[in-house]
């Protein structure tokens, strides 16, 4: 049977993320990625909202991909894994740069005034075109490294032989508590200093509890007992971690080191994650025609709702042209028009819809 709660976590988690970047661009602290503040206040009050989510957001979606193989392999070889993989994931976040994500590319730079340096510097305008397609990746980072992830996986699973996965489904509640040692242990490594979201390591760590761990219907029967306990747990150290970077500290950067390797973020990462896992398990195993809808066009969103945003940021917030009440309202609404628009329009393109989107083409 389908678990429809991994398809709810995961639309949902994505409508998350697209109100995350509408904040982010506006933001009034930390590193300054979008536009930046626009407002006349000296902090942002709505602002705390990125350090409720940016912990655990990635990670329960990497949670969710480890136990969606899981599923995929029950019926599929480790040949057409790697197959829809790379179709799925790596042509969109690569050749699909090239196709349609350019675009972001040059939103993303114009925001920064990036042409103006690069060119005052001399620098030529095909290695220019270059690095537009390269800042067109955004949000893809997450296909990225999930490609890498899976292709791990592969080899992984074939020296395991399974050994691996029969005594992870033994696991009891304890020991999946102290599975927050090694989530603390793998944000400590394999980061990368300027992209600060290429958590390699970190991220690899969900990944595969997703697929070892939580996969097994053992483990998530012992889970969704204990959904309150650990939504109660979750929510205790997210709400702690939000006041004590926010408020006490008055906006300290979450996204780069020292607070993004420390106890208190791995705690809500960790924790917060399991918190939606178990909840979502327990209460949330549910579908209807609305929940079908979003679930199908979850990938789209992700993959064009930053150009929404970001496009209203550049076009119209940076001159001025609207209050900034109306630009956070108006970059919602693009992030989503762009999002199922743009979703709806690649994929009925035969050669776009591949390269975008990774659909293959219709028999």
Known sequence: MRKHYLDNIRWITVVIVVFYHVIMMYSGIGMQIGLGKITALKSQPWDIFMYLVYPWLMPILYIVAGISSRLYFDGHTDREF????????????????????????????????????????????????????????????????????SMILVFVKRIEKGHLLALCSKMPLWGIMLLV?????????LNTPIILVYRVAFYFVFFMFGYYVFSNDEVMEKMKKASVPFIILGLTVTICFAVLYFLVYGGREYADKPVNRGPLYMLSAYFGSLAILSGMACFGDFHNHFTEWMSKRSFGLYVFHYLGISSVALYVAKPGLLPAASCYALSLLAGFVFGYGLNWIISKIPFFRWAVLGVKKEK
Do not use: E
Request: net charge positive.
């Open 82 to 149: 790697v197959k829809t993989r790379t179709r799925k994931l790596l042509v969109p976040s690569t050749i699909g740069l090239f196709a349609f994500q350019f675009i972001q590319g040059y939103i993303s730079m114009s925001l920064g005034n990036a042409f103006d340096g690069l060119t005052k510097a001399g620098v030529p305008g095909v290695i220019q075109y270059l690095i537009m397609v390269a800042s067109g990746s955004g949000v893809l980072w997450f296909l990225h490294l999930l490609w890498l992830y």
């Open 181 to 189: 040692f090694p989530v603390w242990g793998a944000g400590q490594i």
